[in-house]
């Protein structure tokens, strides 16, 4: 049996993903923090497991193996370093740093220590992600020149169902595209295949807060192939889409059914 500590009830996944490792045989969590206090107390009763305000202490527990780290995002630095160090594994929620520099310092530690660290990046291994995968390799495509993926939802209109939170830099650090955004951020470049020579992105404000709640960036290969991935929190009925276009043939996916 894995026991875990789950760190932080900030992101809105943190209740998911402690579904999901209750929902696991191998799995079981057997306590909780939060930097803050009253809603980690909330959190952690919800889950029917103690709340534990001594972070450092928490991760001293022998009985503990690993975290799941759903804290603000600018915390992540500090509370993952903290787990390795502690030699707890990490599963976290995306993104994993805020800088390439913090990103690099938390793969490093983690290497250097032999913990396992995994990010939440699911749609890796969604069904359609392989086949589209495997359908670029076959070269049917011919040589890839456009990647265009999208993904967005409505968590800033109607409802706003997205708590305030995290339109807050100094708690998310960015909006749609630092969150939903790495998504299909991370889709585009895989299926176009290797690191992009430049990244340029544009960011919108539909409601005026302090993060952007509409971007796209532009990924751009040093074959030439171009890259597109759009996001945001200001749409209601846009489908997660996929369109790869080559020299050959062209792939779509979810215009608007989910269907390749």
């Keep these: 049996m894995i026991r875990l500590a789950l760190l932080g009830f900030w992101h809105v996944h943190a209740t998911d993903y ?23 107390e909330t959190g952690a009763s919800d889950l029917g497991v103690p709340f534990v305000g001594d972070l450092p202490g928490l991760l001293a527990r022998p009985d503990i193996d690993g ?41 490093e530690a983690a290497e250097r220590a032999g913990i396992a660290l995994t990010v939440s990046l699911p749609r890796l291994s969604h069904g359609y992600t392989l086949a589209i995968r495997q359908i670029l390799a076959s ?11 999208r993904l967005s939802h409505d968590g800033a209109v109607g409802r706003r169902w ?3 939170r995290f339109f807050d ?43 952007d709640d509409n971007a796209v960036a532009i990924l751009r290969q040093p074959s030439g192939a171009l890259g597109i991935a759009e996001t945001g929190f200001v749409n209601p009925s846009s489908p997660f889409t996929i369109e790869i276009h080559g020299t050959a043939g062209s792939l779509l996916y979810g215009i608007p059914e989910p269907r390749l």
């Design 139 to 149: 070269g049917v495509l011919g040589q890839v020149t456009q990647v265009r993926c």
């Design 169 to 211: 830099p100094g708690e998310a650090g960015g909006g749609a595209l630092v969150d939903l955004g790495c998504h299909p951020l991370y889709l585009t470049r895989l299926f176009l295949g290797g690191m992009p020579a430049s990244v340029n992105a544009e960011y919108g404000r539909v409601t005026g807060s302090a993060v």
């Design 162 to 164: 997205l708590p305030a």
């Design 67 to 107: 975290v799941i780290v759903t804290t603000k995002t600018s915390a992540h630095p500090e509370v993952i370093g903290a787990a390795v160090a502690a030699g707890k594994h990490v599963y976290t929620e995306k993104v994993l740093a805020l800088t390439p520099a913090d990103a690099r310092g938390i793969v």
């Design 18 to 40: 402690a579904a999901e490792a209750e929902a696991n045989p191998e799995t079981e969590i057997v306590a909780a923090w939060d930097d803050d206090a009253e809603r980690g």
